[in-house]
């Protein structure tokens, strides 16, 4: 069975300053790890996602995460933060169709 | 040029009443899914549905049922309305063999 941990529930971070959102799994197989982002009132939007290739993944808006096998992560990173990135963050894990999604990080961005 | 749509995008309705929510997906994808999503941000999978098979996770109430007119098309009724299936529930579509999914833009349903 697959699962996904998303170790801060909430993170805040100012404006301009680095973002680390963490996420570990846990998987059988050799999973599809992926971010989505919500923001407030919206739908869930893809912001990367790795699949079995590089293990340094670049998605929108500046994020990229890395996966790493030895750490079972797949943490989320911006180096500047936006105040437009303030938003709910989740990390999923699939497996053959099966998705299952972190509890989510909300990420404030303070001016 | 949608992707994947969900209607209505907000739905209030008294409890004890029955309501639909449709979805559609213009990707030529072939499995379809429901997920729920509580107050607390939690995501949590309710049925997958391609041409061939219904999965069903076994928390959901059997008030719920998917029905899926189409390939392109996969809606969720729900019987006799709780205050607890308040909710913003989405609709999700994949490639059959691919692990993305592209998602609906959620719809909000309250249960007064």
């Known amino acids: 069975a697959q699962s996904v941990t998303q170790l801060d529930s909430h993170v805040s971070v100012s404006e301009g300053t680095p973002v680390l959102l963490r996420c570990n799994y846990s998987?059988?197989?050799?999973?599809?790890l992926f971010w989505y982002v919500q923001h407030p009132n919206k739908g869930l939007q893809l912001l990367l996602k790795?699949?079995?290739?590089?293990?340094l993944v670049k998605g929108i808006n500046g994020f990229e995460a890395e996966f790493k096998k030895s750490e079972t992560s797949f943490h989320l990173t911006k180096p500047s933060a936006h105040m437009s990135d303030a938003a709910e963050y989740f990390c999923?894990?699939?497996?053959?169709?099966?998705?299952?999604f972190g509890a989510g990080t909300r990420l404030t961005v303070k001016p | 040029d949608t992707a994947v749509s969900q209607t209505p995008k907000y739905l209030v309705t008294q409890m004890g009443n029955d309501k639909s929510i449709k979805c559609e997906q213009n990707?030529?994808?072939?499995?379809m899914y429901w997920y729920k999503q509580d107050s607390k941000k939690f995501l949590k999978i309710m049925f997958s549905?391609?041409?061939?098979?219904?999965?069903i996770n076994e928390t959901v109430p059997n008030r719920f049922s998917p029905k899926s007119p189409d390939k392109a098309h996969l809606n969720l009724h729900i019987n006799s309305l709780e205050l607890g299936d308040s909710a913003v529930y989405f609709c999700?579509?994949?490639?059959?063999?691919?692990?993305?999914?592209?998602f609906g833009p959620g719809t909000r349903l309250t249960v007064l």
């Open positions: 999700a579509s994949s490639r059959r063999g691919e692990s993305e999914q592209f």
């Open positions: 998987s059988s197989y050799s999973p599809s």
């Open positions: 790795y699949t079995s290739a590089a293990t």
């Open positions: 999923v894990v699939s497996d053959d169709n099966d998705m299952r």
């Open positions: 990707l030529g994808h072939d499995t």
């Open positions: 549905y391609n041409n061939k098979e219904l999965i």
